[in-house]
């Protein structure tokens, strides 16, 4: 068997504070150096990684005194599938578009169109490319996600301290998170507050979307007129709880679509945007407020629309 060949042998890990609420994906990544992403993720959809001995899936988080096993993965296996590395021009990108960064965490403007992580169909996301700028950082993960075609703030710690006191923020809603959303039509001023389960479903192409169903997980969100326009309204949404897709079907829900979005959004309303250029999803994280994580200083950070999106709204006041 020539050098190339030869497999590691099966690897045991415990779990340890170090690793605690860590997706077991980015675990794999950091353990198997150099194997492609799309080995790790079908290593694991196979069922050959196992936490005490039963199959996950990827974004399953560790807990202190988890079991992991590690299977042999060949050297010759990783090299025939090498994964894309990220392109270096959206890379790059990405350090210009820091907002604030200490020793404990980084918040960044993400720019619609990138993942935040990669995963099946998606060679890198926005964690990953960070990995990549910053390979002497021992540790970089995401507090928080955003959609694909969603801008704005978005939290990556340094530290797993830093993480674990920014995740019991969130889970004891003690971060505010208000993003901008321009939707259909004129938003009445006496809907203030949107509550309607949300229920995650696979429809029968395999899209997966969220409907509102009285079975689904109660989800509320803020809204808070702007500015208006002929046709539009531009809103402050601040959701309350964090569930999958919960502003664009808020306000679907509401009957104020958000501007090109392709699974929740209007044809009519969408192609009068496209004529006046949008070519995006028209929702953008701008500002957050949360404590940090160290010092205990209230902070807020923020960050401007992306230049698409001022020019849309300057185009909408001439209208």
């Known amino acids: 068997m020539s050098k190339q060949e030869l497999a590691v ?11 605690l609420s860590q997706r077991i994906d980015n ?7 150099g194997v492609p992403k799309s080995m790790i993720y079908r290593i694991v959809r196979k069922g050959e990684v196992r936490v005490n001995k039963k199959r996950i899936k990827p974004e399953y988080k560790l807990q202190i005194g988890d079991i992991v096993r590690i299977p042999p993965v060949r050297v010759s296996e990783a090299s025939d599938d090498r994964a894309p590395s990220p392109k270096l ?27 935040v992580h990669g995963g099946s169909g998606v060679d890198y996301g926005v964690i990953e490319a960070m990995r990549s700028l910053r390979p002497q950082q021992k540790f970089l993960e995401l507090v928080h996600r955003l ?16 993480l674990k006191n920014l995740h019991d923020q969130l889970r004891y809603k003690k971060m505010q998170k208000d993003y901008l959303a321009l939707v259909r039509g004129e938003w009445q001023k006496n809907v203030k507050q949107v509550n309607a389960p949300l229920l995650k479903m696979t429809l029968k192409s395999g899209e997966r979307i969220v409907r509102v169903n009285a079975e ?27 569930r999958t897709h919960q502003i664009r079907v808020h306000c679907q829900h509401a009957g104020h ?24 999803l028209f929702l953008h994280a701008e500002q ?13 950070v923020r960050s401007e629309p992306d230049e698409e999106l001022v020019n849309l709204l300057n185009a909408l006041k001439k209208v």
């Open 9 to 19: 042998k099966v690897q045991l890990v415990e779990i340890d504070e170090d690793n």
């Open 27 to 33: 675990f794999l990544m950091t353990k198997l150096k």
């Open 89 to 115: 021009s959206r890379v790059s990108q990405l350090e210009n578009r820091i907002v604030y960064e200490d020793k404990h965490l980084i918040a960044l403007n993400k720019p619609s169109g990138i993942a």
């Open 147 to 162: 959609d694909k075609e969603t801008s704005g703030i978005l939290l990556i710690a340094k530290k797993r301290s830093a």
């Open 216 to 242: 689904g997980k109660a989800s509320q969100t803020r809204f808070k007129i702007v500015q208006k326009f002929q046709g539009a309204t531009l809103v402050k949404a601040s959701p309350l709880t964090g």
């Open 257 to 280: 679509p958000i501007a090109c979005d392709e699974k929740y959004s209007e044809q009519k309303f969408d192609d009068s945007m496209r004529a006046q250029g949008l070519r995006r």
């Open 288 to 300: 957050l407020q949360f404590t940090h994580p160290d010092t205990e200083e209230r902070m807020t």
